[in-house]
């Protein structure tokens, strides 16, 4: 028996396409500017890798440094978030919840307000506040929540203290069943934090741009810098390199995740 679609079905799918045609489209057109020989006259003016030569050549330092910070970001938050989490599953009551929206704060707070506070506390640590380890710190500061929320909605989702006290039955000591017990239940979690942290380290621009030094710029940085100073093909270019470098560790992150959910979520 064939299964009629009616008009509302044609009218949602048109709106869903009319919003990532909204979305997509610009973001495409930013990418082929940096590939064309002169974006004002357009694609007749031919295609070109220049641009995206200058850009490797004037920004790929700050590329670099960009990637070192985010993965850097993301060891620091899971020591950090996946303990963090643990404790509060562990210890329910009202103290708990309040440390648990405490931590929400840096994203409530907006990004230079957050900065500002970081260079008002640690700027007289002169080697610290030129350092790319300064803009870690913020980073650290505002994607841990995102961490910590992963990993503790698996963790509630999961009857994990039944788990552990048929391992403490069995003789399992407490690092034992932290490792082999309480992670692989939450692994799901931990992945899904992992994107978060990554995503936003590598894209994160308005604490940054406070945080940041002429030699410590990033990514987001140098994009606001080449847009700002250069031609509108740079600045395209670097756009386009931004995708290559994140749309892949962002594939593979979304393909670790899905291997990691229980199969009944599958």
Not at 125 to 142: C, E, K, M, N, T
Not at 240 to 265: H, K, T, W, Y
Request: aromatic share 10%; proline share 4%.
């Amino acid at each position: 028996m064939t299964h009629r679609r009616g008009p509302a079905f044609w009218a949602q799918l048109t709106f869903t396409l009319l919003v990532c045609a909204l979305l997509v489209v610009p973001v495409v057109l930013s990418m082929l500017a940096g590939v064309t020989v002169n974006y004002f006259v357009g694609i007749k003016s031919g295609l070109t890798l220049k641009w995206v030569d200058e850009v490797w050549r004037l920004y790929a330092e700050t590329i670099g440094l960009s990637m070192q910070i985010a993965f850097a970001c993301l060891a620091c938050t899971l020591l950090l978030g996946v303990p963090a989490a643990y404790v509060l599953a562990r210890k329910q009551g009202a103290v708990a919840r309040a440390i648990e929206e405490l931590l929400v704060m840096p994203v409530a707070v907006p990004g230079l307000a957050t900065a500002l506070a970081l260079i008002v506390t640690y700027g007289g640590f002169g080697d610290f506040r030129r350092s790319w380890l300064f803009i870690l710190a913020g980073h650290v500061l505002f994607t841990l929540p995102f961490m910590v929320r992963s990993v503790l909605a698996v963790l509630h989702s999961i009857d994990f203290a039944t788990l552990e006290e048929g391992a403490a039955s069995l003789g399992a000591g407490f690092i034992q069943r932290f490792v082999h017990v309480v992670l692989p239940n939450c692994l799901s979690g931990i992945l899904a934090g992992s994107l978060m942290v990554l995503t936003l380290s590598m894209g994160e621009f308005n604490l940054t741009w406070l945080l940041h030094t002429p030699l410590t710029k990033t990514l987001p940085v140098g994009l606001a810098d080449s847009y700002a100073s250069m031609r509108l093909e740079i600045g395209s270019a670097y756009t386009l390199v931004f995708f290559v470098m994140i749309v892949p560790s962002l594939i593979l992150l979304q393909i670790l995740a899905g291997r990691g959910r229980p199969r009944s979520e599958q």
